[in-house]
């Protein structure tokens, strides 16, 4: 490399120790003690968070949110693998949102970039996919967090799962109760111009902070090869009372 970057301080050295130490296993279990968490899985595509979850906490319920039919069918055959075996494991067919009711889901042929929101057709940001992009709108049942919180009895979250391809915003807004009530949420909040609509970091600090939710970490980065810019961060967030304890 020609031109690396500055060495200054032990950053470099400390980030090599965290690798060396680093498992999903330590991470969640370090910031939820409780071996059988209940979980909210907000876009579950397939089942890969179901997956990823029931391998570190075996015994833990999970309630998996997809609104494409088609993905659903095979998050629905994941979760049978699970239910009543270890642990709870519930496939729900609706997309969260910040209303109940309906609204159009936008179905693209690469199944896990469908979302709420179109792909903006003319993204500076793109690699090459949104100019082609399907965009094919269908109507699905959207339902908030806090809703379907209250119909299911469900009083705390220990995890919840937020990847919404730009619709974090809405599915934070519709969650504000149950926000104040999650000890860890993982959001992964996009900044590129990929989606009809930017989302606002702000707008996410401001929503976490008003339920007592802070910053813990970030934990994924996409870095964009054509502008060096960051396309999207996954965001981790703890409730700001256990982080006092």
């Not at 130490?21 to 910031?31: A, G």
């Not at 060096?228 to 981790?236: A, P």
Request: with cysteine; net charge neutral.
């Amino acid at each position: 490399m020609k031109n690396p970057v500055p060495i200054c301080g032990s950053s470099d050295k400390r980030n090599q120790e965290y690798l060396v130490n680093y498992s999903p296993e330590k991470f969640y279990s370090s910031l939820v003690p409780d071996r059988t968490p209940l979980i909210l899985d907000v876009g579950g595509h397939k089942g890969e968070s179901v997956h990823f979850f029931k391998e570190i906490f075996p015994k833990c319920s999970i309630h998996s949110f997809e609104p494409d039919p088609e993905n659903f069918k095979e998050l629905e055959n994941c979760c049978k693998t699970y239910y009543k075996l270890v642990g709870d494991c519930f496939a729900i067919n609706k997309a969260i949102a910040d209303q109940n009711g309906s609204m159009h889901f936008y179905r693209q042929s690469i199944s896990h970039l469908g979302g709420l929101l179109p792909i903006n057709k003319k993204s500076n940001d793109s690699l090459g996919y949104a100019a082609n992009a399907t965009n094919v709108p269908f109507e699905v049942e959207v339902i908030t967090i806090d809703h379907y919180c209250s119909e299911m009895k469900i009083k705390n979250v220990d995890i919840m799962k937020i990847d919404v391809q730009g619709y974090e915003v809405g599915v934070l807004l519709g969650a504000k109760k149950m926000l104040s009530k999650t000890n860890c949420c993982t959001v992964e909040v996009s900044l590129y111009d990929f989606y009809e609509k930017s989302t606002s970091l702000l707008k996410v600090e401001e929503i976490m902070q008003d339920a007592g939710m802070k910053l813990w970490d970030i934990s994924k980065l996409s870095k964009n090869p054509k502008n060096f810019r960051t396309d999207w961060v996954e965001l981790v967030y703890i409730n700001n009372t256990a982080a006092k304890t």
